[in-house]
T-cell receptor, first 117, second 110 residues
Framework: DAMVIQNPRYQVTQFGKPVTLSCSQT?????MYWYQQKSSQAPKLLFH???????NEADTPDNFQSRRPNTSFCFLDIRSPGLGDAAMYLCATSRDRSLGQHTDTQYFGPGTRLTVL | DAKTTQPPSMDCAEGRAANLPCNHSTISGNEYVYWYRQIHSQGPQYIIH???NNETNEMASLIITEDRKSSTLILPHATLRDTAVYYC???????????FGAGTTVTVRA
């Protein structure tokens, strides 16, 4: 089945130690998104790639970076994780950002839960 | 994107229909209504979306009022696996962002 895969499902890192989360997709979608979801809160978009074009949200901290080496893979890098970065990180994909007057459906992976010690 | 209002929680009995309301009184004519749900510790799952007409798929039905200021998601025969947080989201055309609100926590009881 075509799907969005996130590895690992659980990641533990130390305060200040760089960490990378990965996402892959077999849907061949053009757009990949990273959302952050803190405990008991709704998901919040950090940034997205439209093909190779990176689009950062205005309020995303500089500590968060992303790479998309090819269509299938996208990485989230946290350069110096703080305790406040502990959260579920969700990867999503969509075929396109827009198709005429239609918004395109986003499909989510299972998420990676990050713990910062 | 238009703001949505949902009840914070609701219970329903297994096997019965679950009707989840959403108010979006400031919706514009070209904005879509989307529903996602999130089962505990999983990623959000797309359910259904619509613009003006009622929509149905294998998961649910979406009823949008004629003035488009509110909608109802209907799960026809709720099961225990439908226990989740349900998000109603209004999106503009060509909008890429999903702006999640607080959602409704639905608990299906045996």
């Amino acid at each position: 089945d075509a799907m969005v895969i996130q590895n690992p499902r659980y990641q533990v890192t130390q305060f200040g130690k760089p960490v990378t989360l990965s996402c892959s997709q077999t849907l061949n979608h053009n757009v990949m998104y990273w959302y952050q979801q803190k405990s008991s809160q709704a998901p919040k978009l950090l940034f997205h790639y439209y093909d190779k074009d990176f689009n950062n949200e205005a309020d995303t901290p500089d500590n968060f970076q992303s790479r998309r080496p090819n269509t299938s893979f996208c990485f989230l890098d946290i350069r110096s994780p703080g305790l406040g970065d502990a959260a579920m990180y969700l990867c999503a994909t969509s075929r396109d950002r827009s198709l005429g007057q239609h918004t395109d459906t986003q499909y989510f992976g299972p998420g990676t839960r990050l713990t910062v010690l | 994107d238009a703001k949505t209002t949902q009840p914070p929680s609701m219970d329903c009995a297994e096997g019965r229909a679950a009707n989840l309301p959403c108010n979006h009184s400031t919706i514009s004519g070209n904005e879509y209504v989307y529903w996602y749900r999130q089962i505990h510790s999983q990623g959000p799952q797309y359910i259904i979306h619509g613009l003006k007409n009622n929509e149905t798929n294998e998961m649910a039905s979406l009823i949008i009022t004629e003035d488009r200021k509110s909608s109802t998601l209907i799960l026809p025969h709720a099961t225990l696996r439908d226990t989740a947080v349900y998000y109603c989201i209004v999106r503009v055309p060509k909008g890429y962002k999903l702006s999640f609100g607080a959602g409704t926590t639905v608990t299906v009881r045996a």
